[in-house]
Protein backbone atom coordinates (compact mmCIF):
# COMPACT_ATOMS: atom_id res chain seq x y z
CA UNK A 1 0.00 0.00 0.00
CA UNK A 2 1.51 3.58 -1.04
CA UNK A 3 0.86 6.80 1.15
CA UNK A 4 -0.13 9.72 -0.76
CA UNK A 5 1.97 12.57 0.40
CA UNK A 6 0.14 15.47 -1.08
CA UNK A 7 -1.82 15.99 1.65
CA UNK A 8 0.65 15.40 4.32
CA UNK A 9 2.95 18.00 2.27
CA UNK A 10 -0.06 20.45 1.87
CA UNK A 11 -1.10 19.99 5.66
CA UNK A 12 2.80 20.67 7.08
CA UNK A 13 3.16 23.63 4.37
CA UNK A 14 -0.33 25.44 5.19
CA UNK A 15 0.42 24.89 9.00
CA UNK A 16 4.28 26.07 9.17
CA UNK A 17 2.83 29.16 6.96
CA UNK A 18 -0.01 29.85 9.53
CA UNK A 19 2.73 29.74 12.01
CA UNK A 20 4.84 32.58 10.78
CA UNK A 21 1.87 34.67 10.23
CA UNK A 22 0.49 33.84 14.00
CA UNK A 23 3.69 35.02 15.45
CA UNK A 24 3.87 38.07 13.43
CA UNK A 25 0.68 39.25 13.87
CA UNK A 26 -0.21 37.68 17.20
CA UNK A 27 2.83 38.49 19.17
CA UNK A 28 1.95 42.64 18.78
CA UNK A 29 -1.96 41.86 19.82
CA UNK A 30 -0.75 39.76 22.52
CA UNK A 31 1.76 42.46 23.97
CA UNK A 32 -1.37 44.75 23.62
CA UNK A 33 -3.73 42.81 25.50
CA UNK A 34 -0.84 42.16 28.34
CA UNK A 35 -0.30 46.04 28.97
CA UNK A 36 -3.21 48.06 27.51
CA UNK A 37 -6.38 49.64 30.01
CA UNK A 38 -8.52 50.39 26.91
CA UNK A 39 -12.07 49.30 27.83
CA UNK A 40 -11.27 47.32 24.33
CA UNK A 41 -9.74 45.40 25.84
CA UNK A 42 -12.51 42.97 26.93
CA UNK A 43 -14.25 42.72 23.43
CA UNK A 44 -11.32 41.90 21.23
CA UNK A 45 -10.28 39.05 24.12
CA UNK A 46 -13.61 37.92 23.52
CA UNK A 47 -13.28 38.02 19.37
CA UNK A 48 -9.62 36.23 19.30
CA UNK A 49 -11.39 33.84 22.41
CA UNK A 50 -14.24 32.89 19.54
CA UNK A 51 -12.60 30.09 17.76
CA UNK A 52 -12.51 28.39 21.10
CA UNK A 53 -16.48 27.90 21.80
CA UNK A 54 -17.61 28.36 18.42
CA UNK A 55 -18.03 25.25 15.47
CA UNK A 56 -15.69 25.23 12.98
CA UNK A 57 -18.73 24.89 10.43
CA UNK A 58 -19.49 28.22 11.62
CA UNK A 59 -16.40 30.38 11.39
CA UNK A 60 -15.83 28.46 8.13
CA UNK A 61 -19.24 29.44 6.73
CA UNK A 62 -18.82 33.13 7.12
CA UNK A 63 -15.26 32.85 5.86
CA UNK A 64 -17.13 31.35 2.72
CA UNK A 65 -19.53 34.15 2.46
CA UNK A 66 -16.50 37.22 2.88
CA UNK A 67 -14.10 35.28 1.31
CA UNK A 68 -16.47 34.55 -2.06
CA UNK A 69 -16.53 36.10 -5.22
CA UNK A 70 -19.67 38.42 -4.22
CA UNK A 71 -18.34 38.45 -0.56
CA UNK A 72 -17.23 41.90 1.21
CA UNK A 73 -13.46 40.55 0.77
CA UNK A 74 -13.60 38.16 -1.72
CA UNK A 75 -15.31 40.74 -4.45
CA UNK A 76 -13.07 43.51 -4.32
CA UNK A 77 -10.19 41.15 -4.46
CA UNK A 78 -11.19 39.56 -7.19
CA UNK A 79 -12.26 42.57 -9.16
CA UNK A 80 -9.02 44.18 -8.12
CA UNK A 81 -7.05 41.21 -10.27
CA UNK A 82 -6.68 38.87 -7.56
CA UNK A 83 -7.34 35.08 -7.44
CA UNK A 84 -10.10 33.52 -6.37
CA UNK A 85 -9.46 32.88 -2.37
CA UNK A 86 -12.10 30.58 -2.00
CA UNK A 87 -10.84 26.75 -2.43
CA UNK A 88 -7.44 27.92 -2.78
CA UNK A 89 -4.23 27.92 -0.31
CA UNK A 90 -4.49 31.10 0.44
CA UNK A 91 -8.20 30.88 1.73
CA UNK A 92 -7.00 28.04 3.90
CA UNK A 93 -4.15 30.58 5.31
CA UNK A 94 -6.89 32.90 6.21
CA UNK A 95 -9.09 30.58 7.81
CA UNK A 96 -6.40 28.54 9.19
CA UNK A 97 -4.95 32.01 10.51
CA UNK A 98 -8.43 33.34 12.43
CA UNK A 99 -9.45 29.71 13.56
CA UNK A 100 -5.89 29.38 15.58
CA UNK A 101 -5.31 32.58 16.78
CA UNK A 102 -6.18 32.05 20.07
CA UNK A 103 -3.62 28.87 20.29
CA UNK A 104 -0.83 31.78 19.77
CA UNK A 105 -2.50 35.13 21.22
CA UNK A 106 -3.41 33.24 25.14
CA UNK A 107 0.10 31.73 25.46
CA UNK A 108 1.86 35.03 24.29
CA UNK A 109 -0.30 37.56 26.69
CA UNK A 110 0.16 35.22 29.51
CA UNK A 111 3.95 34.90 28.95
CA UNK A 112 4.08 38.66 28.70
CA UNK A 113 1.70 39.49 31.79
CA UNK A 114 4.06 37.11 34.36
CA UNK A 115 6.94 39.50 33.09
CA UNK A 116 5.71 42.55 35.15
CA UNK A 117 6.59 45.78 35.13
CA UNK A 118 10.06 45.66 37.08
CA UNK A 119 12.25 44.29 34.86
CA UNK A 120 10.84 46.89 31.98
CA UNK A 121 10.93 49.90 34.14
CA UNK A 122 14.56 48.72 35.39
CA UNK A 123 15.68 48.59 31.45
CA UNK A 124 13.95 52.08 30.76
CA UNK A 125 16.33 53.86 33.77
CA UNK A 126 19.17 52.45 31.58
CA UNK A 127 17.74 54.05 28.66
CA UNK A 128 16.97 51.21 26.95
CA UNK A 129 14.00 52.24 24.18
CA UNK A 130 10.90 50.58 24.13
CA UNK A 131 12.33 48.04 20.91
CA UNK A 132 15.37 47.53 23.22
CA UNK A 133 13.43 46.37 25.89
CA UNK A 134 11.20 44.40 23.71
CA UNK A 135 14.10 42.40 22.73
CA UNK A 136 16.51 42.53 25.52
CA UNK A 137 14.20 42.13 28.51
CA UNK A 138 11.05 40.56 27.35
CA UNK A 139 11.71 38.27 24.63
CA UNK A 140 14.03 36.60 26.86
CA UNK A 141 12.25 35.92 29.66
CA UNK A 142 8.74 34.91 27.39
CA UNK A 143 10.88 31.72 25.53
CA UNK A 144 8.66 29.22 26.80
CA UNK A 145 5.42 31.25 25.78
CA UNK A 146 6.80 31.73 22.11
CA UNK A 147 7.67 28.23 21.95
CA UNK A 148 4.52 27.03 22.97
CA UNK A 149 2.72 29.88 20.89
CA UNK A 150 4.54 28.17 18.00
CA UNK A 151 3.68 24.58 18.93
CA UNK A 152 0.46 24.66 19.58
CA UNK A 153 -0.50 26.89 16.52
CA UNK A 154 1.24 24.43 14.41
CA UNK A 155 0.10 21.47 15.62
CA UNK A 156 -3.95 22.75 15.99
CA UNK A 157 -3.60 23.81 12.30
CA UNK A 158 -2.71 20.45 11.59
CA UNK A 159 -5.68 18.93 12.96
CA UNK A 160 -8.11 21.44 11.59
CA UNK A 161 -11.23 19.93 9.71
CA UNK A 162 -14.37 22.34 9.65
CA UNK A 163 -12.87 25.64 8.77
CA UNK A 164 -10.75 24.26 5.94
CA UNK A 165 -13.35 22.20 4.58
CA UNK A 166 -15.27 24.81 4.16
CA UNK A 167 -13.36 27.13 2.69
CA UNK A 168 -11.09 25.19 0.95
CA UNK A 169 -13.12 21.76 0.23
CA UNK A 170 -11.35 18.68 -1.35
CA UNK A 171 -9.57 19.36 -3.89
CA UNK A 172 -6.25 17.37 -4.57
CA UNK A 173 -3.33 18.68 -4.23
CA UNK A 174 -4.77 22.08 -4.04
CA UNK A 175 -6.75 22.13 -0.76
CA UNK A 176 -6.88 18.73 0.70
CA UNK A 177 -5.02 18.98 3.49
CA UNK A 178 -4.74 15.62 6.40
CA UNK A 179 -8.06 15.95 8.41
CA UNK A 180 -9.97 16.15 4.91
CA UNK A 181 -7.65 13.29 2.97
CA UNK A 182 -8.63 11.20 6.24
CA UNK A 183 -12.71 12.21 6.09
CA UNK A 184 -12.50 11.31 1.95
CA UNK A 185 -10.91 7.94 3.01
CA UNK A 186 -13.35 6.94 5.64
CA UNK A 187 -16.26 7.74 3.12
CA UNK A 188 -14.77 5.62 0.38
CA UNK A 189 -14.70 2.74 3.07
CA UNK A 190 -11.05 2.82 2.97
CA UNK A 191 -10.39 2.26 6.57
CA UNK A 192 -6.41 1.07 5.97
CA UNK A 193 -5.53 4.26 4.62
CA UNK A 194 -7.69 6.40 6.88
CA UNK A 195 -6.28 4.20 9.85
CA UNK A 196 -2.63 4.58 8.77
CA UNK A 197 -3.21 8.31 8.28
CA UNK A 198 -4.76 8.64 11.32
CA UNK A 199 -2.44 7.24 13.37
CA UNK A 200 0.29 9.04 12.38
CA UNK A 201 -1.67 12.28 13.53
CA UNK A 202 -2.20 10.66 16.69
CA UNK A 203 1.50 9.80 17.36
CA UNK A 204 2.13 13.55 15.84
CA UNK A 205 0.42 15.01 18.49
CA UNK A 206 1.65 13.04 21.44
CA UNK A 207 5.05 13.94 20.27
CA UNK A 208 4.72 17.48 19.80
CA UNK A 209 2.95 17.59 23.79
CA UNK A 210 5.73 16.01 25.10
CA UNK A 211 8.14 18.32 23.52
CA UNK A 212 6.43 21.08 24.04
CA UNK A 213 6.19 20.06 28.34
CA UNK A 214 9.97 18.61 27.54
CA UNK A 215 11.08 21.99 26.34
CA UNK A 216 9.91 24.45 29.10
CA UNK A 217 10.74 22.30 32.05
CA UNK A 218 14.58 22.90 30.69
CA UNK A 219 13.44 26.73 29.91
CA UNK A 220 12.39 27.00 33.57
CA UNK A 221 16.21 25.58 34.85
CA UNK A 222 18.15 28.08 32.66
CA UNK A 223 15.54 30.70 32.93
CA UNK A 224 17.97 34.15 33.95
Known amino acids: MTIDWAPIVLTLRLATTTTVVLLVLGTPLAWWL ?4 SRLRTPIEAVVALPLVLPPTVLGFYLLVVLGPHGAIGGPWEAAGGDRLVFSFPGLVIGSVLYSLPFVVQPLRNGFMAIGS ?3 EAAATLGASPLDRFVTVVLPLTRSAFLTAATL ?7 EFGVVLMVGGSIPGRTQVLSIAIYDHV ?3 EYTQAHLLSAGMLLFS ?5 AVYSANRRLEHVAP
Open 118 to 120: GPL
Open 206 to 210: FVVLV
Open 153 to 159: GFAHTVG
Open 34 to 37: SRTA
Open 187 to 189: ELL
